[in-house]
């Protein structure tokens, strides 16, 4: 395939120009791994928002009982009471065996029965109109109850600015990615002019502008970094799919969840690179023409 | 020494197509390939470059192909200086010019047809415009039948033929050959300045640099002399035909 692609392109330059064999890997692995980075940030992008979605629906109310009553009475009455709220689809106490369950892989099974714990109302928020943390405390005050209403809101916080994060540094990737094409393409841009060196100065005694001569090395690294940016672009795709596939509807792992319609952004690698490497020739190209004038 | 060549009989002459003004010209190592030269070609005229080897033949061609500039002088082509021209608006000079190299500069990885089209594709034609002049022209040199081969393929009397053809194919108004004959037979080599002779006829400005003072002599044209890097004598030996 390298073979082919290097016997291609604008004929009056040599085929065999310094460099090409290994730009075209250089350009198909960075494609590959610009295409697994943007993918990944897709995917942790959608799970962040799917956590902070999912902690965005929910609340969790601890309740202190009163002396004239017992912890599963006041969260029974708490679930009651939030239970009629509007925006809440769901309120229910937490029985100590449901509390158990959830501590028991951090403290053991000794320590649980000792254990002092605490009276909890999970609630469920209606996703389209959800209540908000100070209507539900109010509520719980009208209603006699000493309670603390937490919405998850410190969490989802860190969740979001963590997708936030990944995303940021999903660009920088992609800018650092760029940065590296660029800067092999002018490499061997630099390189083949060097290797037809003469071949470009008979075509200038000919009459080619710098423009023209500029413009055949534009269009072959273009057409090398399109090619060479498909390729990757296009392993990465066979690898993210056969993810997808063995991880089923969820994706591999619920942290990265991936989705076949992700794939659709890779179509856009080989056109930047190819973006990328028509820029990088030339600007190379003129800039070592015009030294040499 | 101003070696003008102008016709004398000539009652409007047309205007310079190569004027050289006191230029001088040397490299790292050999600062003084060419000193105090002054040189005028007039439009239509028909010149011989002689001197031995290493004499700064090849260097003056290169000073009048824009390949160098001179460190002292002025160099002025189709009546334009050449020091006042920007670097974008020498490849335009450059197609007015055909360009014959001692060492052919074809492009190897080019068929004879490629490269004998290439100053019509630099000109932004299409080959298959212009695909049977070039035929044509390869044919009248000899090359009718090497038209697909690749010049590593070519004997050295070939690949001067084809430098010539392409020199010429675009007409240029300003013929520049270096040893254009070097490579040929004797009979091949009178066809080819016969060729030359034929485009000056039709307007075009040659100046053959050749070693060869006896082929000058037998074409009859106007002999320039390089000794030492300056033109010391100019021998009227005729007129170009």
Same mark, same amino acid.
């Given at each position: 395939?390298?073979?082919?692609?290097?016997?291609r392109g604008?004929?009056l330059?040599?085929?065999e120009?310094?460099g090409?064999?290994?730009?075209i890997?250089v350009i198909?692995v960075?494609?590959?791994?610009?295409?697994?980075?943007?993918?990944?940030a897709?995917a942790a992008?959608r799970?962040a928002?799917?956590?902070?979605?999912?902690l965005?629906?929910?609340a969790?109310?601890q309740? +202190?009982?009163?002396?004239d009553?017992?912890g599963?009475t006041a969260a029974?009455?708490?679930?009651?009471?939030?239970?009629?709220?509007?925006?809440?689809a769901e309120?229910e106490?937490?029985?100590?065996k449901?509390?158990?369950?959830?501590?028991?892989?951090?403290v053991g099974?000794?320590a649980?029965p000792?254990?002092?714990l605490?009276?909890?109302?999970?609630? +469920?928020?209606d996703?389209k109109?959800?209540?908000?943390?100070p209507?539900?405390?109010r509520?719980?005050?009208?209603?006699g109850?000493d309670a603390t209403?937490?919405d998850?809101s410190?969490w989802?916080?860190?969740?979001e600015?963590s997708?936030g994060?990944?995303?940021?540094?999903?660009?920088a990737?992609?800018?650092?990615?760029?940065?590296?094409?660029a800067?092999?393409?002018?490499y061997?841009?630099r390189a083949?002019?060097?290797?037809?060196a003469?071949?470009?100065?008979?075509?200038?005694?000919?009459?080619?502008?710098?423009g023209?001569v500029a413009?055949?090395?534009?269009?072959?690294f273009?057409?090398l970094a399109?090619?060479a940016?498909?390729?990757g672009?296009?392993?990465a795709?066979?690898?993210l799919?056969?993810?997808r596939?063995?991880?089923g509807?969820?994706?591999?792992?619920?942290a990265?969840p991936?989705?076949f319609?992700?794939?659709?952004?890779?179509i856009a690698?080989p056109?930047l690179a190819?973006g990328?490497?028509?820029?990088?020739?030339r600007?190379?190209a003129?800039?070592?023409l015009?030294?040499h004038? | 020494?101003?070696?003008s060549?102008?016709?004398?009989?000539?009652?409007?002459p047309a205007p310079d197509t190569?004027?050289l003004?006191?230029?001088?010209?040397?490299?790292?190592?050999?600062?003084?390939?060419?000193r105090d030269?002054?040189?005028?070609?007039?439009?239509g005229?028909?010149?011989? @470059?002689t001197?031995?080897?290493?004499?700064?033949?090849?260097?003056?061609?290169r000073?009048?192909t824009?390949a160098?500039?001179?460190?002292?002088?002025r160099?002025? @082509?189709?009546?334009r200086e050449v020091?006042?021209?920007?670097?974008g608006?020498?490849?335009?000079?450059?197609?007015?010019?055909?360009?014959v190299?001692q060492?052919?500069r074809?492009?190897?990885h080019?068929?004879?047809f490629?490269?004998?089209?290439?100053?019509l594709?630099?000109?932004g034609g299409?080959t298959a415009?212009?695909?049977a002049d070039v035929?044509e022209?390869l044919?009248w040199?000899?090359?009718g039948q090497?038209?697909? #081969?690749?010049?590593?393929?070519l004997?050295g009397g070939e690949k001067?033929?084809?430098?010539?053809?392409r020199?010429?194919?675009?007409?240029?108004?300003?013929i520049l050959?270096?040893?254009p004959?070097?490579?040929v037979?004797?009979?091949?080599?009178?066809?080819?300045?016969?060729?030359?002779q034929?485009?000056?006829r039709?307007?075009a400005?040659?100046?053959i640099?050749?070693?060869?003072? #006896?082929?000058a002599?037998r074409?009859?044209a106007?002999?320039?002399?390089?000794e030492?890097?300056?033109?010391?004598?100019?021998e #009227?030996?005729?007129e #170009?035909?």
């Open positions: 395939m390298i073979r082919a692609l290097l016997s604008p004929g330059l040599s085929r120009a310094g090409e064999r290994w730009l890997v198909a960075l494609c590959f791994l610009a295409s697994i980075a943007a993918v990944g897709l992008d799970a928002h799917g956590w902070a979605r999912q965005r629906a929910e969790t109310v309740v +202190r009982p009163r002396v009553e017992t599963p029974a009455r708490a679930a009651e009471t939030l239970a009629g709220v509007a925006g809440v309120a106490a937490m029985d100590r449901a509390a158990e369950a959830l501590l028991r892989p951090w099974e000794a649980l000792d254990l002092p605490p009276y909890l109302v999970t609630v +469920r928020l996703p109109n959800p209540a908000s943390a209507t539900l405390s509520a719980l005050a009208e209603a109850l209403v937490d998850h410190l989802r916080g860190e969740v600015r997708a994060v990944i995303t940021a540094l999903a660009g990737a992609f800018l650092l990615i760029a940065t590296a094409t800067a092999a393409i002018a061997a841009t083949g002019m060097a290797t037809q003469s071949v470009i100065e008979t075509l200038s005694l000919n009459g080619a502008s710098d023209y413009g055949l090395f534009q269009r072959r273009g057409g399109a090619a940016g498909a390729m672009a296009g392993a795709a066979l690898l799919a056969l993810l596939l063995i991880g509807e969820g994706g591999l792992t619920s990265l991936l989705a319609s992700d794939l659709l952004i890779l690698c056109l190819f990328v490497a028509l820029l990088a020739a600007f190379t003129l800039a070592k015009g030294a004038s | 020494m101003p070696n060549t102008r016709r004398a009989a000539d009652p409007d190569v004027r003004r006191g230029v001088g010209f040397g490299y790292a190592d050999r600062p003084d390939v060419l030269i002054n040189l005028s070609l007039t439009q005229s028909f010149h011989f @470059l001197g031995p080897s290493g004499a700064g033949k090849s260097s003056l061609l000073l009048m824009l160098e500039r001179p460190q002292t002088g160099i002025s @082509l189709f009546g020091a006042d021209l920007p670097r608006g020498v490849p335009a000079f450059r197609r007015r010019m055909g360009v190299f060492d052919f074809l492009l190897d080019l068929t004879a490629e490269n004998a089209a290439l100053p594709i630099l000109a299409r415009d212009h695909a035929a022209m044919r040199v000899g090359l090497r038209m697909d #081969a690749l010049p590593p393929a004997s001067q033929r084809l430098a010539i053809a020199a010429v194919i675009t007409r240029p108004r300003l050959a270096d040893e004959t070097g490579s037979d004797r009979a091949m080599g009178e066809k080819l300045m016969r060729l030359f034929s485009l000056n039709l307007g400005t040659v100046l640099a050749s070693h060869d003072e #006896a082929l002599e074409v009859g106007t002999v320039l002399r390089l030492n890097g300056r033109l010391r004598q100019m #009227a030996a005729g #170009a035909a």
